[in-house]
């Protein structure tokens, strides 16, 4: 379901510039689950040594898909294309393993449950499969409006 | 140059990452500031504007991972292991600070707390809490 995403989901791919700037490629986002990628990039190594891109530059890419798969959620449960903004909480991120190098990042955001004020998200970070994660996270966001309530 | 210092320069130098994001650092004594000006590609809400979520995140988790290299010799860079982020207030378009707690230092694992701020020291943006693998110079 590329072809229609919802608003939220096209503006949090290509309307903001940190995203922008981390070369964010948006997959999918439908009903609560969302897919982003980020492309391996020199200036993006956190770790010189290996090549291994910056647990920074994961964050962002989670943080952002979770706030993806809130945006397709809220559009899903309203029924009306209503969009929201939100605010991360906090986000909790496990490591399992360093990245592959120069390999493209995939992160596959569930928000699982959305209630009038609070969205709750599990994500994960993987270069070919979910089943074998660089990181996951678990994270609260404080929905702030925009939309109907 | 103290070894600290001369740590300190070689580790920021070193990590494009840490380019990108236009981070830099100041020791006092041995007390480190991280420091991160504002600039637009980080910003993450257009309207206020705020900088991203991730942002703060990274700038954090760069500041403990910093802290961690310039204490002591270290054979390679840490590796976080977890880290939880909490956000206290949007990160606004401001120069953003961040110091680092080392609350436990252990022979493999360290346990380290951030908090970053902009204007006022007492009304911090967001902290961090995490554990880093760590691989001692022999």
Not at chain 1, 58 to 84: E, K, N
Not at chain 2, 108 to 137: K, M, T, Y
Request: aromatic letters at 6%; hydrophobic letters at 45%; proline letters at 6%.
């Amino acid at each position: 379901m590329t072809g229609d995403a919802p608003k939220t989901a096209q503006h949090m791919a290509h309307g903001v510039p940190h995203a922008i700037a981390l070369g964010f490629q948006f997959v999918s986002a439908d009903n609560g689950v969302a897919i982003m990628k980020m492309p391996w990039r020199e200036d993006l190594v956190g770790d010189p040594e290996t090549g291994v891109i910056a647990g920074g530059a994961v964050t962002s890419l989670l943080d952002h898909v979770g706030g993806m798969a809130i945006g397709s959620a809220f559009a899903a449960a309203s029924r009306d294309g209503a969009t929201t903004s939100m605010a991360t909480l906090d986000l909790r991120i496990d490591y399992m393993r360093p990245a592959h190098p120069r390999r493209d990042i995939v992160a596959r955001a569930h928000c699982y449950k959305l209630t009038h004020t609070i969205a709750f998200v599990r994500a994960s970070a993987f270069e070919d499969s979910a089943d074998d994660p660089v990181a996951t996270v678990q994270a609260a966001f404080a929905l702030t409006g925009g939309g109907a309530r | 140059m103290t070894a600290p210092q001369q740590r300190l320069a070689e580790v920021l130098a070193a990590i494009p990452y840490v380019r990108f994001l236009g981070m830099t650092a100041q020791l006092a004594g041995d007390e480190m500031t991280a420091i991160l000006p504002f600039s637009r590609h980080l910003i993450g809400n257009t309207v206020l504007p705020a900088l991203h979520g991730g942002v703060l995140g990274a700038f954090m988790e760069m500041t403990a991972l910093t802290e961690l290299s310039i204490r002591e010799p270290l054979r390679r860079q840490p590796r976080t292991i977890d880290v939880t982020i909490e956000y206290l207030r949007p990160g606004r378009a401001l120069t953003t600070y961040a110091r680092a707690e080392v609350r436990k230092i252990g022979r493999r694992i360290a346990n380290v707390h951030v908090e970053a701020w902009q204007e006022l020291r007492d009304s911090p943006v967001a902290a961090l809490r995490g554990h880093f693998l760590l691989s001692p110079a022999e």
